[in-house]
T-cell receptor
Framework: AQRVTQPEKLLSVFKGAPVELKCNYS??????LFWYVQYSRQRLQLLLR??SRESIKGFTADLNKGETSFHLKKPFAQEEDSAMYYC???????????FGQGTELSVKP | DAGVIQSPRHEVTEMGQEVTLRCKPI?????LFWYRQTMMRGLELLIY????????DSGMPEDRFSAKMPNASFSTLKIQPSEPRDSAVYFC????????????FGEGSRLTVL
């Protein structure tokens, strides 16, 4: 069965510190992985996807199939990064997107 | 495009009452999803439709929950009778076919059942 696990409900860091939001998944096939973000009073929106191998707002995420992980990283956190972050998995051939429990990132000044 | 539109934005009701949440997807999107967001469980997929047909409703918690999509521009999620544990934010999202998985979310409907 597909499952996405985000072990931390809350992650609090100071501005300028590195941040890593953890995401592990279980799926026997070839998954597509995503990170979504929900800023205060805004809609949930796509941040990045593994197939694009892109950096968005300084965030990157690498798919590690050996460790079944897709951790989100940023070298220097900013206060405006404070938000709820969700990791999500989509089966290669399927239509549905399964989300993890979410991690609230709080960046303090 | 105004994006995915949900109504009501907030609803407070008493246990046992019927609740109907509404969603208008983005025009041209053939997939529609209903999610429930709670602190404990995060974002749970309840059901999704493709071309107005329910494809997977395995996430619907119990028979009190039902969802319909009578046409390409409208969907409802109904809870009857409602219970306090149904209190959550319910999100509707849509996406087009062929898209690489990006969902476009509505602003959500916050439901409180007293």
């Amino acid at each position: 069965a597909q499952r996405v696990t985000q072990p931390e409900k809350l992650l609090s860091v100071f501005k300028g510190a590195p941040v890593e939001l953890k995401c592990n998944y279980s799926y026997s096939g070839s998954p597509e992985l995503f990170w979504y973000v929900q800023y205060s009073r805004q809609r949930l929106q796509l941040l990045l996807r593994h197939i694009s191998r892109e950096s968005i707002k300084g965030f990157t995420a690498d798919l590690n199939k050996g460790e079944t992980s897709f951790h989100l990283k940023k070298p220097f956190a900013q206060e405006e990064d404070s938000a709820m972050y969700y990791c999500a998995l989509k089966r290669n051939q399927g239509g549905k997107l399964i989300f993890g429990q979410g991690t609230e990132l709080s960046v303090k000044p | 495009d105004a994006g995915v539109i949900q109504s009501p934005r907030h609803e407070v009701t008493e246990m046992g009452q019927e609740v109907t949440l509404r969603c208008k997807p983005i025009s041209g999107h053939d997939y529609l999803f209903w999610y429930r967001q709670t602190m404990m469980r995060g974002l749970e997929l309840l059901i999704y439709f493709n071309n107005n047909v329910p494809i997977d409703d395995s996430g619907m918690p119990e028979d009190r929950f039902s969802a319909k999509m009578p046409n390409a521009s409208f969907s409802t999620l109904k809870i009857q009778p409602s219970e306090p544990r149904d209190s959550a934010v319910y999100f509707c999202a849509s996406r087009p076919t062929g898209n690489t998985g990006e969902l476009f979310f509505g602003e959500g409907s916050r439901l409180t059942v007293l």
